[in-house]
């Protein structure tokens, strides 16, 4: 969490619960001492959990979305499939946050698909790379949740499909920082893993990411990082008319760890699970050849033109 060693978040925009209620307005600094307290606040509420994959349609949607694309290789080894399931199983969380991912489910279907696919894939591959140690089973929560500050962005925005201006890129940068408050408001501890993971997982190897730019060393946020940046090449978004093919996607995960930014091994095992043979992923070389293509017309990334104010 913050402290001396790197900046606290200051929110440029309201941290607010799907209900409404306002954790903290814009211009707040999340200090340790203030996310202490918003954690105070969370835990004296004493909300009720509930199983996640018991929660709705949550297992049949995401058995259904492993189903598709790229995820039928990925997810076809029956034992480590059972295993990661019955990892995923053990997974309570807030009844809040499960009524949370029943708004995404409803009303911004990209992110709620993301979510489930990123909790998956991360949990097969802490489990590759952490084994079935506590902090694995931990980090596993963090999968459906790297995501949940995203109820603090617009939805015009979530689901604008042209190149966002840079006032719209900043809010949706906002839900790294308003996913740390909330999870840490609805866990009721400051220092959870899973808000971490909320927090760090757009930060890079290089300190070229955000919102704080550190230098990302935690491994389940590294771990999420990856699977989030490859389900989000590899599935429909607003901003894309196409997806990334997985030849693409992977190159240019390859790439990402040519230029320090994401773990290696940790790209080499989500390699390792798209071939067939699922080799060992120590054994597994990473390619520098570009055979791919990206797709046409994404806007990712691309700021819109805005007018000089003045």
Known sequence: MPGSSFPAPRLRYPVHTLEGKELLPAGSQVTAGLLSTIADQGR????????????????????GFLCEGPY??????????YGMMQMMERVTLPLPLLR???HFRDHDPFTYRHILCVFALSTLLAQELMGTSGAAIQGATSGPMHD???LCVPLSIMKKRSALTRDERDWLRHHTAAGYVLLAYYFGDAGAITARV???HHERRDGSGYPLGIFQKERMVEIVAVCDVYDALI??????PTCYDNRTALEEMTLLVEQGRLAGDIVQALVAYNRQDKPDYRACKLSLDKRGHAPEGNVYGVVADEADPG
């Open 44 to 63: 004296s509420r004493n909300e009720p959990s509930g199983g996640l994959l018991q929660h709705g349609t949550v297992l049949p949607d995401l058995v």
């Open 72 to 81: 039928k290789v990925v997810f076809e080894d029956g034992k480590r499939f």
């Open 100 to 102: 949370s991912l029943d």
């Open 148 to 150: 949940i500050g995203k």
């Open 198 to 200: 909320a927090l760090e």
């Open 235 to 240: 599935s429909p978004r607003p901003y894309r």
